[in-house]
């Protein structure tokens, strides 16, 4: 079983920067792949990036290649999401998210309960 708390959400203008951070409880967190998904009201959660269990790996959807950096450390069990170059159509909720095997699905096995991100144009 893994617990996840984002934090890090808020309000900013667009073309700044915020810093996404989810903290998993157990000893566990090492084994599993985390990512990061968004979801905007009435719509689908979409997959956002996403990190291997050692940090070797990261893919990242197209609308934020370039813009966005996963990150993890696994002696603190965190996974951080650093947002550069905001954009109002960033705006949604966040979701940090851990699964056993490397997927852009949104079908993990356990879920944060989200951070609110606006951007203001």
């Known amino acids: 079983q893994v617990q996840l708390v984002e934090s890090g959400g808020g309000l900013v203008q667009a073309g700044g920067s915020l810093r996404l951070s989810c903290t998993a409880s157990?000893?566990?967190?090492?084994?599993?792949?985390m990512g990061w998904f968004r979801q905007d009201p009435g719509k689908e959660r979409k997959f956002v990036a996403v990190?291997?269990?050692?940090?070797?790996?990261?893919y990242y959807a197209d609308p934020v290649k370039g813009r966005f950096t996963i990150s993890r450390d696994n002696a603190k069990n965190t996974v951080s999401l650093q947002m550069n170059n905001l954009k109002p159509e960033d705006t949604a909720v966040y979701y940090c998210?851990?699964?056993?095997?490397?997927?852009?699905?949104?079908?993990?096995?356990?879920w944060g309960q989200g951070t609110q991100v606006t951007v203001s144009s």
């Open positions: 998210a851990a699964k056993a095997v490397f997927t852009t699905n949104n079908d993990y096995d356990y």
């Open positions: 990190i291997s269990t050692n940090g070797g790996t990261t």
């Open positions: 157990g000893r566990t967190f090492r084994r599993y792949v």
